[in-house]
Structures are given as structure tokens and as C-alpha cells.
T-cell receptor, first 112, second 112 residues
Framework: EDQVTQSPEALRLQEGESSSLNCSYT??????LFWYRQDPGKGPEFLFT???AGEEKEKERLKATLTKKESFLHITAPKPEDSATYLC?????????????FGKGTKLSVIP | NAGVTQTPKFRILKIGQSMTLQCAQD?????MYWYRQDPGMGLKLIYY???????DKGEVPNGYNVSRSTTEDFPLRLELAAPSQTSVYFC???????????FGEGSRLTVL
């Protein structure tokens, strides 16, 4: 069974304190790993797609990286507006369309 | 360009009642999805559609039905509501076969 595990479940950072979120996955023939941001009471918002080990993507203070077994979302000098739940997802093995399996998310709180 | 629009945003149902959650997108996307999100759990796929007239079950389809008569609309029908269907429901769409999904703002359903 395809699985996606995110850690930690919750993370509190002081403003400016850099850290990383982890997403580990067990799926054969990875067809992409996707990061989303979800604000309270809102739908998830797409951030990044990573397709192959060694690939990196950046957006403002966020950088996503991918290895053969896990992905990291690095947050550099975070600001309070980065507070959100971050979700990662992978397509199900063998699925014809992009049926995604989502992790439970990491709730990030950045304290001023 | 409204993106993905879901109605209603909130609804309270009594056990055994039925209702339809509406979803419309104006991006001419072929792929549409219904997910449910429960506290502490990842998003779970209920049903998906790869185009008008084509639908298929996801991971948790029991108690739900869908139809896709047009490219724009993908309603989710709940028959005989049960407390286990209390959840937040998200509709999403995507263009070509990709995990980059555009989500609506969600419909919060409570079954009492």
C-alpha cells in the first residue's frame, strides 16, 4: 500500500529560525512528489512538484528537495505569514490518473 | 476567473437526509476530484473524473455518488447521511494528467 508520512506533526519556530519538514514515501515508480500549503479554513494551494532524486525547487523562503525515499521542505528565516499546514502527496502506484495519496501534514507556527 | 467554486460552505444535516455538494470550475480542466478531510487525517479521495461522462471511485466512495454531465460541474451526492460523513469536503481540478491540483475552499458538513 502506498504510504506518505510527514514529520513532525507540528512545529513551532521563532521568526527567523530556519528548519525543515520531512515527507517520506513508499511508492513504486515515483511519478512526482507534490507539496501543498493549507491555511486554516481554506483549500490546499499547490507549491512544488519534484520528479527525480536530487531535484530542488525554490519559492521565496521555501526550498523543496527530493531523495529516493523522502522529500524535505526547508524554510529559511521564516516569517509569521509562513504559518500554515504543509502537505505532501504522491500519485498512487499504477493509477491511470493522478490519484494522490496525501500525508497528514505538518502544522507550522512561526512566532514573531 | 473564479477557479474552483464550492457550495454550500457550511451545512448541517440530520441522519438519513440527502444532499448535493456543488462544485464548478471555470478553467476548462478535464480532471476533477472530490476529497474529504477529517481532523488529524490526510485528504482522502472519494471520487474522481477524467472528463465529462466519466467517473470512477477513489479510496472512500461508500455513501456517495457523483455525476459529470459537463466539463465545468462535478456534484457530489450524499444519500442517507450518517455521522461518519461529518467532514470537510474539497473539490479540486487539474488540467493535463498532473498532480498540480486547484482546490476549492471547502464545504463543511455536519451530520447530527
Amino acid at each position: 500500500e502506498d504510504q506518505v508520512t510527514q514529520s513532525p506533526e507540528a512545529l513551532r519556530l521563532q521568526e527567523g529560525e530556519s528548519s525543515s519538514l520531512n515527507c517520506s514515501y513508499t511508492v513504486s515508480g515515483l511519478r512526482g512528489l507534490f507539496w501543498y500549503r493549507q491555511d486554516p479554513g481554506k483549500g490546499p494551494e499547490f507549491l512544488f512538484t519534484l520528479y527525480s532524486a536530487g531535484e530542488e525547487k525554490e519559492k521565496e523562503r521555501l526550498k523543496a528537495t527530493l531523495t529516493k525515499k523522502e522529500s524535505f521542505l526547508h524554510i529559511t528565516a521564516p516569517k509569521p505569514e509562513d504559518s500554515a499546514t504543509y502537505l505532501c502527496a504522491v500519485p498512487n502506484t499504477g493509477a491511470g490518473s493522478y490519484q494522490l495519496t496525501f500525508g497528514k501534514g505538518t502544522k507550522l507556527s512561526v512566532i514573531p | 476567473n473564479a477557479g474552483v467554486t464550492q457550495t454550500p460552505k457550511f451545512r448541517i444535516l440530520k441522519i438519513g437526509q440527502s444532499m448535493t455538494l456543488q462544485c464548478a470550475q471555470d478553467m476548462n480542466h478535464n480532471y476533477m476530484y472530490w476529497y474529504r478531510q477529517d481532523p488529524g487525517m490526510g485528504l482522502k479521495l472519494i471520487y474522481y473524473s477524467v472528463g465529462a461522462g466519466i467517473t470512477d471511485k477513489g479510496e472512500v466512495p461508500n455513501g456517495y455518488n457523483v455525476s459529470r454531465s459537463t466539463t465545468e460541474d462535478f456534484p457530489l451526492r450524499l444519500e442517507l447521511a450518517a455521522p461518519s460523513q461529518t467532514s470537510v469536503y474539497f473539490c479540486a481540478s487539474s488540467g493535463v494528467n498532473t498532480g498540480e491540483l486547484f482546490f476549492g475552499e471547502g464545504s463543511r458538513l455536519t451530520v447530527l
